[in-house]
Antibody, heavy 121, light 108 residues
């Protein structure tokens, strides 16, 4: 499977960041995998945002939980991220990632190429 | 939330050297679900090690992982030019996943 992020590259402060991840090969309903979002500000480390499992179970990073929504598309080939009330601190490369339960409790074995999102007026 | 602390922040070594990277967890990873990733500039991270010591598909055997509980190590037995990169550990032991802050392996 390959993953591809898409969405606006620039979002205004206080607005909502929306990204979609499209799967080429496979569906998000497989119980073998779960589907995450991870972000990385320029020159900084990786931050897990949250994930949706093949059964629809969702978990969020507690530090972002009040602003984040992750959902799966009925087509089963997309999942999405919404982050509300963005500020400059949300400027980052956003990756969609597959967690693989075959690798223990799900190491991240497939990564998208990343989508740069800048929060700016 | 489990906090992962990686050391050192930067490792300056020469090709052919042995690299030893450390990752310490704030609480025990009882199931040993710790992974290591490599990231090169402008690229997405790549899974190297999962379950603390299992190499991912296609990863050369010069990469090895060890450890349990709260202390984990990534060892690169002999550095190749393509191994100079940033390495992150990650715990996926519970529903809230966390990463370490990274160790940069640079050419001395």
């Amino acid at each position: 499977v390959q993953l591809q992020e898409s969405g606006p590259g620039v979002v205004k402060p206080s607005q909502t960041l929306s990204l979609t991840c499209t799967l080429s090969g496979g569906t998000i309903t497989s119980v073998t995998y779960y589907w995450s979002w991870v972000r990385q500000p320029a020159g900084q480390g990786l931050e897990w945002i949250g994930h949706i499992s093949g059964t629809g179970r969702i978990n969020y990073n507690p530090s972002l939980e009040s602003r984040v929504t992750i959902s799966g598309d009925t087509s089963k080939r997309h999942f999405s991220l919404k982050l509300t009330s963005v500020t400059a601190a949300d400027t980052a490369v956003y990756y969609c990632v597959r967690g693989n339960y075959v690798l223990g409790r799900g190491a991240f074995d497939v990564w998208g190429q990343g989508a740069m999102v800048t929060v700016s007026s | 939330e489990i906090v992962l602390t990686q050391s050192p922040g930067t490792l300056s070594l020469s090709p052919g050297d042995r690299a030893t990277l450390s990752c310490r967890a704030s609480q025990s990873l009882t199931s040993g679900f710790l992974a290591w990733y490599q990231q090169k500039p402008g690229q997405s991270p790549r899974l190297l090690i999962y379950g603390a010591s299992s190499r991912a598909t296609g990863i050369p055997d010069r990469f090895s992982g060890s450890g349990s509980g709260t202390d984990f190590t990534l060892t690169i037995s002999r550095l190749e030019p393509e191994d100079f990169a940033v390495y992150y550990c990650q715990q996926y032991d519970n529903s809230v996943k966390t990463f370490g802050q990274g160790t940069k392996v640079e050419i001395k």
